[in-house]
């Protein structure tokens, strides 16, 4: 076994790393940016060592400052996790010069499957069923716009040397083209350094489902069943599972086989994922292979009892896999929900800054939460913006739903904006929960975009009643403890309303729960909160919530289930009167563009004096690695512009003013 391992990478995956490697009793090293010299896994690891600055050009994609960390602190073995050099051959390369371990494949199937286009042509010579499409790499925009056209639209722009989602564009017709083109070699140059492009025909309404594989450097090689990973936003993968509720025996051990198949084909050893994508008609295509350890493994290691890190480290170890294809077991059903930076509701844009809430749900049995992040740490603009991976697991997938449902509820964060309430939304989703999903739900199920405004009656009453709750407790809170006995059945007309959803309530506090009358119908609610606490668990009538609650000035801020409301709570009397109060009209500056988030300006597409339209591209902004591009709000004549390529913004600083 290995003296020491140095783990090549930040984030979430380093802690998980350095997790596996306590069990197993080996001393760990965290290298890290000055961005990070705060983080988590610098402090979790055994040792640490500062490699340059926040650019990870310059830091964690340094295979010469990896190098000198493990001689330095004399570890001779490197995890990379995923993403970085995880799968650079030439980092593989070196290490092997310097008698460093790498704890993955050997350099040649990296090269050969870390590279889309090489790996589809090695895919179709190893009998595997793959995507039409163009194979060899397109130069310029013409080019592509050509071989689009002769593939047929829709299709996949795709970065040769690309992954997690990055490098990727959708072209439904040649419109797209010159854009999606752009965006993916710039994305690909920034991520991978290598800004190669291929084509190949995107299938409509696809699943997105891959195969988890072991394999030794004995020539044993199993498979551990597959994840589903349809539920995706920008090609990111938002939500995953395993089992699939797609897949049946059949088919699983047709695409398991296939993933065998290729997997001896190209000599792999270590933990290794082969993506597919599969039709509504069960027809699966290879799609790519992963040489690492892929994000959202947890799911597979909580149905089938297996540590994929401890896998990967006894393997690089020269130990033989202890088990066969037979002795794998699938028992349960296990649901991964990334937790990202970012605001589903104002089109992902990244969100950067301090955490000043962070507060998993760690106490719900059958949880589990990898992260890399602590309450008062930042997330930076630098690198992606996962807070974290929260998984639950259950005996049946309505129950591993269930119990994502109430952590999702339970988990606090705030300092930053999040992706809490859209993940609470999809798994609440009657498609979600029938298993009825494919790679566009969220574009088919939110064709206007995420919003978490409480607009239906139901939800509005049930927000409404939990808010007139935690009024009545707070009242109760602030009276002498006898008093409360005295008008514990004093009878009180009180008003809420939630957007254009007012209800008018008639309360009656008893000394147990709170008795409201509603349009003739009486309604218990009962709940433990006090007024200090952030989550309320309440009962009403028979149903059983949790919700998150804060107290504002004219009411309460509930969030939950996917929904974001704001209750105001008033007497009869007060809401009577403030029907003669006028209201202040917001009136949005059109003619001003603010920078939506932190970032690096990549292009400006517009000049002063240009005319443009609504809905014109105005400049691209890159953030946590990913390209956001800036459309004009309004049609109007550019009066100036106050920024340029290469410049590092701040959000909502001035970028484009129109006259």
């Not at 080996?26 to 650019?55: C, M, Q, W, Y």
């Not at 950067?352 to 603009?381: A, C, H, Q, W």
Request: charge should be negative.
């Amino acid at each position: 076994m290995f003296k020491k391992i140095l783990i090549a990478n930040r984030g979430e995956i380093a802690c998980r790393i350095i997790s596996t490697c306590k069990k197993l009793s080996i001393p760990t090293v965290a290298v890290f940016s000055d961005a990070d010299k705060r983080s988590l896994h610098v402090s979790l690891a055994d040792e640490s060592v500062n490699i340059g600055p926040a650019a990870s050009s310059e830091s964690y994609l340094s295979i010469d400052k990896i190098i000198s960390a493990c001689k330095e602190t004399g570890a001779d073995a490197v995890h990379p996790g995923y993403g970085f050099l995880s799968e650079n051959h030439n980092f593989m390369n070196r290490l092997e010069k310097e008698d460093i371990t790498f704890i993955g494949p050997s350099a040649e199937p990296i090269r050969i499957m870390g590279d889309k286009i090489e790996s589809k042509i090695f895919a179709i010579d190893a009998g595997i069923n793959t995507v039409p499409g163009h194979q060899g790499i397109i130069k310029d925009i013409n080019e592509a716009v050509s071989i689009a056209n002769e593939v047929g639209f829709p299709v996949m722009i795709k970065a040769s040397a690309g992954g997690g989602g990055k490098g990727m564009r959708i072209a439904f017709s040649e419109k797209d083209v010159p854009d999606a083109f752009t965006s993916s070699i710039n994305e690909a140059k920034s991520s991978f350094g290598d800004d190669r492009i291929f084509i190949e025909k995107f299938i409509t309404k696809p699943r997105h489902i891959e195969i988890q594989i072991l394999a030794d450097n004995h020539g044993n090689v199993i498979h551990l069943g597959e994840r589903e990973c349809s539920i995706q936003r920008r090609n990111q993968k938002i939500i995953e599972e395993s089992p699939s509720p797609f897949v049946d025996k059949d088919l699983r051990n047709s695409m398991g086989n296939q993933a065998v198949q290729l997997a001896k084909k190209v000599g792999y050893s270590s933990a290794g994922t082969v993506e597919f994508i599969v039709d509504q008609d069960k027809n699966f295509y290879f799609l790519e292979m992963n040489t690492r350890l892929q994000v959202e493994h947890p799911v597979t290691e909580l149905v089938t009892g297996f540590d994929l890190v401890e896998e990967m480290i006894k393997i690089a170890a020269g130990e033989k896999l202890n088990v066969t294809q037979n002795d794998v077991n699938f028992k349960g059903w296990a649901i991964e929900s990334r937790i990202y930076a970012e605001d589903p509701e104002r089109n992902f844009m990244p969100s950067t800054g301090r955490l000043i809430t962070y507060k998993p749900p760690l106490e719900i049995d059958n949880i589990r939460n990898d992260t890399g992040v602590f309450e008062g740490g930042e997330i930076s603009m630098f690198y992606d913006p996962m807070i974290s991976k929260l998984c639950s697991y259950g005996e049946t997938r309505i129950e591993a739903c269930n119990l994502m449902q109430e952590a999702l509820n339970n988990f606090e964060i705030s300092g930053i904006e999040n992706n809490l309430n859209l993940l609470s939304s999809i798994i609440k989703n009657k498609k979600f929960l029938e298993g009825e999903i494919n790679t566009g739900f969220i574009d088919e199920e939110y064709p206007d975009g995420f919003s978490s405004k409480v607009l239906d009656e139901v939800d509005a009453l049930m927000f409404s009643l939990t808010a007139v709750f935690a009024h009545i407790k707070e009242i109760n809170n602030s009276q002498h403890p006898e008093s409360q006995n005295n008008s514990s059945l004093n009878e009180k007309s009180l008003v809420a309303s939630i957007g254009k959803n007012i209800f008018i309530f008639k309360t009656y506090n008893t000394l147990k729960n709170t008795i409201i009358e509603h349009n003739g119908k009486v309604i218990s609610l009962e709940s433990d909160w006090k007024p200090e606490d952030k989550i309320i668990k309440i009962k009403i009538d028979d149903s059983f919530l949790t919700l998150q609650i804060k107290k504002n000035v004219k009411g309460f801020d509930i969030k939950g289930f996917g929904l974001n409301g704001n209750v105001n709570v008033r007497s009869k009397i007060s809401h009577d009167l403030s029907s003669h109060m006028i209201e202040k009209v917001i009136v949005k500056n059109t003619k001003i563009i603010k920078c939506p988030m932190p970032g690096l300006v990549v292009s400006i597409d517009i000049s002063e004096g240009q005319k443009v339209e609504d809905g014109d591209k105005l400049c691209t902004v890159e953030a946590m690695k990913m390209e956001n591009i800036i459309r004009s709000e309004t049609s109007g004549i550019v009066k100036k512009v106050f920024c340029k390529e290469g410049d590092s913004l701040a959000a909502d600083e001035v970028m484009i003013e129109f006259q």
